[in-house]
């Protein structure tokens, strides 16, 4: 596992205006003795960082930011050259879609803040794009890769109590185990995971302190508890809302102080670990109801994370199909999937997620024979009713109009929604094709040139900009 910063990261940049003006000769040589290596934005081979530099905050600067930003995954600094800038105008600029938000108006000193954030967000990149992950944890959609990248942050960077939060069959417990493989402690032992709807309350204290022989009825042998087992390891707690007020209260102890007795011990042991809890339950709204502890709460989430449901990342669903088919393959390849099956797989409702993909892929599996692609009588004929409904169901739903209402309440022109209406389609029809030019025309009903000429009209939008220096 990657464990150095990387170095020199290469970054694009965008000179708004008349940003490039207002840097002066002392402020351009810093930027290029920086530890950066900027690039007009569109001369790289793979997606990066960037740099955008204005110079007044203005609303036509958010508006800049903004386009650049849009339907990409682009971890941008909002950079203001020669004046400090108001809170204001810093929360704009976030939700303009800016990462972060500079002032610079020393522009002689050495420009190391800006080389340390890309520095740091090169090293999470490189770890995200390693088959540590990629050969894991599957997806490339934006609020997948979103949250990817701050798991990958606080688990490679920091040793802070971590906690899951999500629907059932989200992916939790491939979380945590990745948590623990980035986790950089030297001599770093076991993860151990318990799961706590399986503690039976009358032995809980043995289940995570351990106990002595013969503290109690058959306890012939000493044992040790899922606190000693963790030292100097990791501690999974899976369901941990479960636990009762009870148990909250005896586990503070450890969480807090990381020493803790077996049963039928007088004697103290120190552990120390770090620890991962997850839960399908909202345990902010359980405190408030007086069921979860609020000072347990506080030490099992140092950084807490909801993981997406995968409706919210549905660009996933196909990719997750075909690595489930390829897990499944004796040839360790995955068999095609004819446009049918594609669609059924995007329409269908997964109330329990990613587990309820692979239990549905696992069974078309079962039904396919041979080396063709899968079609639609490889579906399993109790689960084909509900999708003639979900092809007889209107494409523009309540998901499509939310999404309309939302962009009119941001002030979005007609023009700009029709725009990002087909880049969007584009995008999707040449990933789900795999880059495929003629298949992915044929699925949008243009021709191959039409698509040519809107990819590349695209590109020149995105490219616009001056060189740097």
Same mark, same amino acid.
């Given at each position: 596992?990657?464990?150095?910063?990387?170095?020199?990261?290469?970054?694009?940049?965008?000179?708004?205006?008349?940003?490039?003006?207002?840097?002066?000769?002392?402020?351009?040589k810093?930027?290029?003795?920086?530890?950066?290596?900027?690039?007009r934005?569109?001369?790289?081979?793979?997606?990066?960082?960037?740099?955008?530099?204005?110079?007044e905050?203005?609303?036509?600067?958010?508006?800049?930011?903004?386009?650049?930003?849009?339907?990409?995954?682009?971890? #941008? !600094? @909002?950079?203001?050259?020669?004046?400090? /800038?108001?809170?204001?105008?810093?929360?704009? *600029?976030? +939700?303009? =879609?800016?990462?972060?938000?500079?002032?610079?108006?020393?522009?002689?000193k050495?420009?190391?803040?800006?080389?340390?954030r890309?520095?740091?967000?090169?090293?999470?990149?490189?770890?995200?794009?390693?088959?540590?992950?990629?050969?894991?944890?599957?997806?490339?959609?934006?609020?997948?890769?979103?949250?990817?990248?701050?798991?990958?942050e606080?688990?490679?960077?920091?040793?802070?109590?971590?906690?899951?939060?999500?629907?059932?069959?989200?992916?939790?417990?491939?979380?945590?185990?990745?948590?623990?493989?980035?986790?950089?402690?030297?001599?770093?032992?076991?993860?151990?995971?318990?799961?706590?709807?399986?503690?039976?309350?009358?032995?809980?204290?043995?289940?995570f302190?351990?106990?002595?022989?013969?503290?109690?009825?058959h306890? #012939? !042998? @000493?044992?040790?508890?899922?606190?000693? /087992?963790?030292?100097?390891?990791?501690l999974? *707690?899976? +369901?941990? =809302?479960?636990?009762?007020?009870?148990?909250?209260?005896?586990?503070?102890?450890?969480?807090q102080?990381?020493?803790?007795?077996?049963?039928?011990?007088?004697?103290?042991?120190?552990?120390?670990?770090?620890?991962?809890?997850?839960?399908?339950?909202?345990?902010?709204?359980?405190?408030?109801?007086?069921?979860?502890?609020?000072?347990?709460?506080?030490?099992?989430?140092?950084?807490?994370?909801?993981?997406?449901?995968?409706?919210?990342?549905?660009?996933?669903?196909i990719?997750?199909?075909?690595?489930?088919?390829?897990?499944?393959?004796?040839?360790?390849?995955?068999?095609?999937?004819?446009?049918?099956?594609?669609?059924?797989?995007?329409?269908?409702?997964?109330?329990?997620?990613?587990?309820?993909?692979?239990?549905?892929?696992?069974r078309?599996?079962?039904?396919?024979?041979?080396?063709?692609?899968?079609?639609?009588?490889?579906?399993?004929?109790? +689960?084909?009713?509900?999708?003639?409904?979900?092809?007889?169901?209107?494409?523009?739903?309540?998901?499509?109009?939310?999404?309309i209402?939302?962009?009119?309440?941001?002030?979005?022109?007609?023009?700009?929604?029709?725009?990002k209406?087909?880049?969007?389609?584009?995008?999707?029809a040449?990933?789900?094709?795999?880059?495929?030019?003629?298949?992915?025309?044929?699925?949008?009903?243009?021709?191959?040139?039409?698509?040519?000429?809107?990819?590349?009209?695209?590109?020149?939008?995105?490219?616009?900009?001056?060189?740097?220096?």
């Amino acid at each position: 596992m990657i464990t150095a910063i990387r170095k020199n990261p290469r970054v694009w940049v965008h000179w708004y205006g008349n940003s490039k003006a207002n840097l002066n000769e002392a402020g351009l040589k810093a930027l290029s003795r920086g530890g950066l290596d900027l690039r007009r934005r569109g001369e790289m081979d793979e997606p990066a960082d960037g740099l955008f530099i204005f110079g007044e905050f203005t609303p036509e600067v958010c508006q800049s930011l903004h386009d650049l930003t849009t339907n990409n995954l682009d971890r #941008v !600094v @909002a950079l203001g050259v020669g004046a400090e /800038l108001s809170g204001a105008a810093s929360w704009k *600029l976030l +939700e303009a =879609g800016a990462t972060d938000v500079l002032s610079w108006d020393d522009v002689s000193k050495p420009p190391s803040e800006l080389a340390e954030r890309f520095e740091r967000w090169a090293t999470v990149e490189q770890i995200l794009h390693s088959p540590a992950v990629r050969e894991i944890l599957v997806g490339q959609s934006r609020a997948w890769v979103r949250v990817l990248r701050e798991l990958i942050e606080v688990a490679h960077f920091t040793d802070s109590a971590i906690l899951l939060t999500g629907e059932t069959g989200t992916g939790k417990e491939l979380i945590a185990r990745l948590i623990h493989r980035l986790d950089r402690r030297p001599g770093k032992q076991s993860l151990i995971v318990l799961d706590c709807t399986t503690v039976v309350p009358e032995l809980s204290g043995s289940e995570f302190f351990g106990h002595e022989r013969g503290a109690f009825t058959h306890a #012939v !042998v @000493a044992r040790e508890g899922a606190f000693g /087992l963790a030292d100097e390891g990791t501690l999974f *707690l899976d +369901e941990v =809302g479960e636990l009762s007020p009870r148990l909250q209260a005896e586990l503070l102890r450890v969480v807090q102080e990381h020493a803790y007795k077996r049963v039928g011990s007088n004697t103290w042991k120190q552990t120390n670990f770090r620890l991962v809890c997850a839960t399908n339950r909202d345990l902010r709204e359980e405190e408030r109801r007086g069921t979860f502890r609020a000072d347990f709460y506080h030490r099992i989430a140092s950084w807490t994370c909801r993981l997406p449901t995968l409706a919210e990342r549905k660009d996933d669903i196909i990719p997750l199909a075909l690595h489930f088919l390829a897990q499944m393959s004796p040839e360790g390849e995955a068999p095609e999937l004819s446009s049918a099956v594609r669609d059924y797989l995007l329409l269908r409702r997964y109330p329990g997620n990613v587990r309820e993909l692979r239990q549905a892929i696992t069974r078309i599996a079962h039904r396919h024979v041979g080396r063709g692609p899968i079609t639609v009588g490889d579906i399993p004929e109790e +689960e084909r009713i509900p999708a003639t409904r979900l092809m007889n169901e209107q494409w523009c739903d309540q998901d499509f109009e939310n999404t309309i209402r939302h962009a009119l309440a941001q002030q979005v022109h007609l023009r700009e929604i029709s725009a990002k209406a087909a880049e969007t389609a584009i995008r999707i029809a040449l990933e789900e094709e795999k880059g495929n030019v003629p298949r992915a025309a044929r699925r949008l009903g243009v021709t191959d040139r039409a698509l040519q000429l809107r990819r590349a009209a695209g590109r020149r939008h995105h490219h616009d900009g001056e060189q740097p220096a």
